[in-house]
Structure formats: structure tokens, C-alpha cells
């Protein structure tokens, strides 16, 4: 238990710096616009370099091969529903012109049965 949990912990904390890699030009396009796409670039893997650090120990920590609960089609999913409400909740707190509208949230509730199908045995 206390594995999985710290797994998906670190997970969370990965998904932000990936987030902020991934989208960090789009939300604070203001700071970024004076800059060429090579110099973005160079900054995002700077800090997707941190989303890495937290990464690759959830997956250690979470996965079965390293005595975790979870097998890889379940780190996988849960990645995949981190990921999508890390973005969720980060675009609501930085971007707010941007609508978490029904079509997302039936998005979302397809993730959360992806994870039901993954785990049932």
C-alpha cells in the first residue's frame, strides 16, 4: 500500500514539471515570446530533466518487477489519469480562459473506467 501510494505521489510531482515542460510556453506566453523555439526548447527539457527525477522512481517504486503493487499496464493508466488531472487542475488555476467544459469531464470518466478495465482480474 504504502508503495502504490508513494508511487502515485511522485507521480503527481512528475506530471507537474511535465506539464509546465510540455505546456509551460502556452500558459506563460508573455515571459517566452521574446525568445526563439530553440531557447524554449532548452528550457522545457531543463525542466522535464525534473520530471525525470521523480519519474523514473515512481515506476521503480510502483512497479511489480521492482516489488511494487502495480504491473505496467497499471502504472501506464494511472500515469495517464495523473497526468490528465495534474493538466486539469493546473489549466484551471493558470490559464483561466480556458473552459473545463462536459465533453473533458466525459473524457475523463472514459480514463477513470480505462483504469477499472486495466485492474479488474
Known sequence: MVRGLSAVGLLICSNLFMTLA???QVM???KFE?????AVIFISW?????????MI?????????YGGPFNIWELK???EVVSLTV??????????????????????ACLVLAVFFIFKK
Open 28 to 30: 506563460f506566453k508573455s
Open 22 to 24: 510540455w505546456y509551460g
Open 87 to 108: 493538466f486539469a487542475i493546473v489549466v484551471q488555476l493558470i490559464m483561466k480562459n480556458e473552459a473545463l467544459r462536459w465533453n473533458h469531464l466525459a473524457g475523463f
Open 46 to 54: 531543463l525542466v522535464a530533466f525534473f520530471e525525470y527525477c521523480f
Open 77 to 79: 493508466v494511472i500515469q
Open 57 to 65: 522512481p515512481a515506476n521503480r517504486i510502483g512497479s511489480e518487477v
Open 34 to 38: 521574446r525568445i526563439g523555439v530553440v
